[in-house]
């Protein structure tokens, strides 16, 4: 059974950085792309940063720049380095699975799905 959890949410004044973890088990695969989603109350699930098992990488325009997804395997970890926060960062941030190539930012492009971790940036 896939199982994706995410860490390293927190609190943080605009200009501060954070760094999430996504970590996956229950599967292996050779082919996948995984990616960072974000929703803010009120808000649709937004794609932000999205990597493919070839390491090629797709950002959402608001966050080019500012962050960077990466991924390490074995462990199947993903990451995303969030620097320059600003309060419209503002969201619950979750990491999503699928087994397919293609770095894309669609919510129905993912199969799988983490619980999500809380980032607030205060301004």
């Known amino acids: 059974q896939v199982h994706l959890v995410e860490s390293g949410g927190g609190s943080v004044q605009a200009g501060g950085s954070l760094r999430l973890s996504c970590v996956g088990s229950?599967?292996?695969?050779?082919?996948?792309?995984m990616a960072w989603f974000r929703q803010a109350p009120g808000e649709e699930r937004e794609g932000v940063a999205s990597?493919?098992?070839?390491?090629?990488?797709n950002y959402a325009d608001s966050v080019k720049g500012r962050f960077t997804i990466s991924k390490q395997t074995p462990t199947d970890r993903l990451y995303l380095q969030m620097n320059s926060l600003k309060p419209e960062d503002t969201a619950l941030y979750y990491c999503?699975?699928?087994?397919?190539?293609?770095?894309?930012?669609?919510?129905?492009?993912?199969?799988?799905w983490g619980q999500g971790t809380q980032v607030t940036v205060s301004s």
């Open positions: 990597i493919d098992s070839d390491g090629n990488t």
């Open positions: 229950g599967y292996g695969a050779n082919v996948y792309r």
């Open positions: 999503a699975l699928a087994f397919e190539r293609r770095p894309l930012l669609r919510s129905d492009e993912y199969k799988y």
